[in-house]
T-cell receptor, first 116, second 113 residues
């Protein structure tokens, strides 16, 4: 079974700073997908960014980018120019490439607080 | 609005009771997933349905059951409720494989008293 570990329960940074959230995972699969989801106080789960394991290029979505290190099984999320609206729980998630029948496996989450 | 509709948003019920949570997937999505989110267990995968058929089961208790109907909406039935079943229950949907991620509903907050 796959496991996803987020070692930072909570982080706090000042507005406009850059912050990196860590995620490691354990799998014996060679092809899979990784995701970061954001859960703001509204509790809605919002997809932030997605990475395909067979692609070496790190995914980027505007201010959000990832550092994907396949050999190290690491998948960190970098948020540049952080904004107050980035305050949320952030979940790292893993899915096998076999159609995702077993669903996404989530980490425990990191509570990110952006201070004004 | 994500396109995934969950009802009700909040539910308060007593121990031993039975409740039904409803989910309508995003238009065109054939897969529906149910997740339970609690403080101690985090986000736990419960069950996956694809086009009316069960595809995978996760950490779903025997007291819980689900189904997906021909119009693709899904219901999660929780029976003999216990205090520990209090949680946020999410429904998510995806196109066939979910490789592009899931679209989540806003959840149903269940409180068992």
């Amino acid at each position: 079974a796959q496991t996803v570990t987020q070692s930072q329960p909570e982080m706090s940074v000042q507005e406009a700073e850059t912050v990196t959230l860590s995620c490691t995972y354990d799998t014996s699969e060679s092809n899979y997908y990784l995701f970061w989801y954001k859960q703001p106080p509204s509790r809605q789960m919002i997809l932030v960014i997605r990475q395909e394991a067979y692609k070496q290029q790190n995914a980027t979505e505007n201010r959000f980018s990832v550092n994907f290190q396949k050999a190290a099984k690491s998948f960190s999320l970098k948020i540049s120019d952080s904004q107050l609206g980035d305050t949320a729980m952030y979940f790292c998630a893993f899915m096998t490439s076999g159609g995702g029948a077993d669903g996404l496996t989530f980490g425990k989450g990191t509570h990110l607080i952006i201070q004004p | 609005d994500s396109g995934v509709t969950q009802t009700p948003k909040h539910l308060i019920t007593a121990t031993g009771q039975r409740v039904t949570l409803r989910c309508s997937p995003r238009s065109g999505d054939l897969s529906v997933y149910w997740y339970q989110q609690s403080l101690d267990q985090g986000l736990q995968f419960l069950i996956h349905y694809y086009n009316g058929e069960e595809r995978a089961k996760g950490n779903i208790l025997e007291r819980f059951s689900a189904q997906q109907f021909p119009d693709l909406h899904s219901e999660l039935n929780l029976s003999s409720l216990e205090l520990g079943d209090s949680a946020l229950y999410f429904c998510a949907s995806s196109e066939t494989g979910g490789n592009y991620g899931y679209t989540f509903g806003s959840g149903t907050r269940l409180t068992v008293v």
